[in-house]
């Protein structure tokens, strides 16, 4: 019986006794004075909790593990990598079934150009979450860069299975495929991946690369010209779960755009006014808050509430420099001003954007279409060639470039640009129709030809849904050959659709097109000012960018 006491005894003190601790590194506060206050206060927390945990030894070994990875979340979020190093550590090392602690820490060392470390730190987040997307890719990655696409390739073709349409995988498999010289089936790939994304800009040089190995020189400069040097983002729920952590300006702002993106408006505004009090006075985080308050008060239907905030914007711009967001307060401030009919202030709040982000795409091709449609096509021009050297794939830019020297009387130069233009984007309907209107109307006979023009029409007609503007230029095209009679027929019923439309503006000019064709003569005004617009009535996205339409 004494026996089978201390047995139970012993049974009894080793259950009431927590698990010996595995050795621990060290952690400690780093200098907090440049963080804002209210990220101090959360860091200073997190860092009572783990002290606390610490000093009570029954706290179980994956209780801690949480707080210190939570401490070192905390802080590599506010940018302190060195002190949240040996929290992911000791995180590790207290909870090793947790998957978030190595794989924070392969971030941590990728951030730092540590590629062995990182490398080795996804591999284990990997053996604990095989099926891990973001994981797969970013160890692909680092092998890729070291020129190690044979321990990539499974990687990418794992990830492939789990997520066939990620454009970060079959980007990978296409530089896996470079590096073995199989040209065809990185090009599949990565024509693959422009399919899905054609805004993913940086695989068109790995691209060119792969037509070339092919022999297709003309395909490799095309896409060449394409390129730019843009990131190419992965997926990584993880990573973002780590930008929402902080209670800051920064979180609110991360956080009010994800309702932005999903159309919930007021939601939206309810971050960013939070992030608002949080952000300190005039700084560049404070502009960006107020900019997308007034993006969600304008979606929600608020256009005088946007305007105060936009104008707040400016009215703290910076002498000068580079400032995104008092470039698009400048840009939203056009948009609403050109949707009251107002040009003159609209070009001098776009001058003023473009001089505060000249990369601003949307930017450059408003004020060029404002020059154009005010009667100064001349002074578009530069902001138009701007443009496409942003994007040469911007289809805008190289329209309305063309309708410009048009304008200018300068047809053939009108007419190579188009056909350029045409070559380089023969997915785009409206760079053909542009190039068709020119054939069929232009006063310079050396660069008319009706019958091009027609035949441009009738391929367009099998291509895309027949519109007003189409059926136009396919009357011009057959007045040009002589088929008046034709011609009238087709503009009589574009005017009775226009009317039914309620288009008054452009029955007027349609009914001035009638006349010529019913007196038998041509038309040899291609483009009416009002024909082309590129920046729209009225912001049709969020981010409040401009849009092309041919009416």
Avoid at 66 to 91: I, T
Avoid at 372 to 384: E, I, K
Wanted: glycine residues 6%; charged residues 25%.
């Amino acid at each position: 019986m004494r026996v089978q006491w201390l047995a139970l005894a012993g049974l009894t003190l080793s259950i009431g006794c927590a698990a010996p601790r595995p050795p621990l590194l060290p952690i400690s506060l780093p200098d907090l004075s440049r963080a804002d206050p209210s990220v101090q206060a959360q860091v200073r927390e997190q860092y009572a909790a783990v002290m606390r945990q610490m000093d009570n030894r029954r706290t179980p070994s994956g209780e801690l593990g949480l707080a210190y990875g939570r401490l070192g979340m905390v802080l590599y979020a506010a940018e302190y990598a060195d002190a949240a190093e040996p929290c992911f550590l000791d995180a590790q090392q207290l909870a090793p079934g947790e998957m978030r602690w190595p794989y924070y820490l392969a971030h941590l060392y990728k951030d730092k150009g540590d590629t062995r470390k990182a490398a080795a730190s996804f591999s284990r987040a990997l053996e604990l979450q095989p099926a891990d997307v973001a994981a797969l890719t970013w160890l692909g990655r680092l092998y890729l860069d070291e020129g190690r696409g044979a321990d990539a390739e499974p990687l990418f073709a794992r990830a492939l299975a789990l997520s066939p349409r990620s454009v970060a995988v079959l980007a990978g498999l296409g530089r896996v495929d470079l590096e073995r010289r199989e040209y065809a089936k990185a090009a599949a790939h990565l024509e693959q991946a422009l399919a899905i994304d054609p805004a993913a800009d940086s695989l068109q040089a790995p691209l060119a690369s792969a037509y070339r190995g092919l022999g297709d020189r003309d395909k490799a400069e095309s896409h060449l010209r394409l390129w730019r040097n843009r990131e190419l983002p992965v997926p990584d729920p993880l990573r973002q779960e780590l930008d929402l952590l902080l209670q800051s300006g920064l979180s609110d702002e991360l956080r009010g755009v994800r309702a932005l993106e999903a159309s919930r408006w007021a939601e939206a505004a309810a971050y960013f006014r939070h992030g608002l009090e949080l952000a300190r006075a005039n700084t560049p985080l404070r502009r960006s808050l107020q900019h997308k308050l007034g993006t969600a008060l304008f979606m929600s239907g608020d256009a005088p509430g946007a305007a105060v905030q936009f104008e707040e914007v400016v009215r703290w711009a910076p002498a000068g420099g580079i400032d995104e967001s008092v470039a698009k307060a400048h840009y939203s401030l056009a948009v609403l001003i050109a949707a009251r009919g107002g040009t003159g202030d609209a070009i001098g709040h776009l001058t003023a954007a473009v001089k505060y982000q000249p990369s601003y795409l949307e930017a450059q091709l408003a004020l060029a279409d404002l020059w154009r449609r005010s009667g100064h096509a001349d002074r578009a021009l530069d902001p138009y060639r701007e443009a496409v050297r942003l994007d040469p794939r911007a289809p805008q830019a190289r329209l309305g470039y063309g309708i410009a020297l048009a304008s200018l009387g300068r047809y053939q130069d009108a007419q190579d640009w188009l056909r350029e233009a045409v070559a380089l984007a023969p997915d785009r309907p409206e760079l053909a129709h542009a190039l068709a209107r020119l054939l069929a109307t232009a006063p310079d006979e050396r660069v008319r030809d009706g019958q091009r023009a027609r035949a441009m029409v009738e391929e367009l007609l099998t291509r895309q849904q027949k519109t007003t503007a189409l059926g136009e230029t396919m009357a011009m095209a057959l007045a040009e050959l002589g088929e008046y009679g034709e011609a009238a027929a087709i503009q009589r019923d574009l005017i009775a659709a226009a009317r039914k439309a309620g288009l008054t503006d452009a029955v007027r000019r349609m009914i001035g097109h009638l006349q010529l064709y019913e007196s038998r003569r041509p038309n040899r005004t291609p483009w009416q000012p009002d024909e082309v617009a590129i920046i729209a009535s009225a912001p049709p996205s969020p981010e409040m960018s401009g849009s092309t339409t041919l009416r």
